[in-house]
């Protein structure tokens, strides 16, 4: 594959014009893209102020292969599945326009060619961070015993007790963010709808958020239960309640990601119908 197959821009409107019909054609793999740019369209901040964005397409004869993006410099070269020919093309084609990245997010084995090839460029040393699953949900099967209450919407009145459990939840993952009022809209948590499992006293036991459907897909993110209240069933219970209401608004997938290291969590997903399509891979580049 040539380097020079890869168009770069750093116009999104011409980007997604060229490259939107790819994205979409595979949801459930592209999802990160498709949630990306739809925030960004629909007025979400995705990026500072001032910096200029980067993106790129593999095109050969008018069909559209591969894309990759990154919108700030400090943010990971973001790129779907390739083979190892097309990561060394691409890393050839930014390396001789002087572009630098930090790191490389992209399914396992393009993240590990991207990684190789890079360093072969540049001589920047890959170092592995970390790993993710993504699950595809097939048929949805509910745990059984279902535990005692009911899914349900949180109210607008609960928004505090909402930023609690994703302030708990942010800390559980050791990410390094502020959540109150006047971030909320601007971390990864503002743009979803959440669904809380309550007990049948209305106690807020578990919660799920769901991205807005974007080419018919839907991703769960996040799943939380306070450690307290874990071990009764809850997060799977409100699982299934929110991909169950996405299968009834019309979602023709429904997916999510969960750490390899939880075997918990990914035996819950498979029991409840989620089916492995990708393991995702990040690499930083000292």
Known sequence: MRPDDWYLTEDVDEFLARAGDFLRSRPALHTTALTTFEKLRTGGAVADAGETPLFGRLERSGEVSAVFYRFTRRNLLSVTPLDPEQADGLADRLA?????????????????????????????????????????????????????????????????????????????LKEDVTINADTWAGTRFGEKRYTYWETPDGTPVSMAGVNPMVAGHVRVDPVYTPAHLRGHGYAGAVTVEVGRAALTAGATDVVLYADPANPTSNALYRRIGYRKIADWGVYDFA
């Open 96 to 172: 001789d326009l002087g572009h630098r990245f930090p790191g490389v997010s992209a399914e396992h084995g393009t993240a590990t060619a991207f990684a190789d090839a890079w360093q072969r460029r540049t001589g920047a040393t890959p170092a592995f961070r970390t790993a993710i699953n993504l699950y595809r949900l097939g048929t949805l099967t509910p745990p059984q015993p279902v535990p005692e209450g009911r899914g349900r919407p949180v109210g607008e009145d609960e928004h505090e007790h909402l930023m609690q459990w994703c302030r708990e939840l942010a800390k559980d």
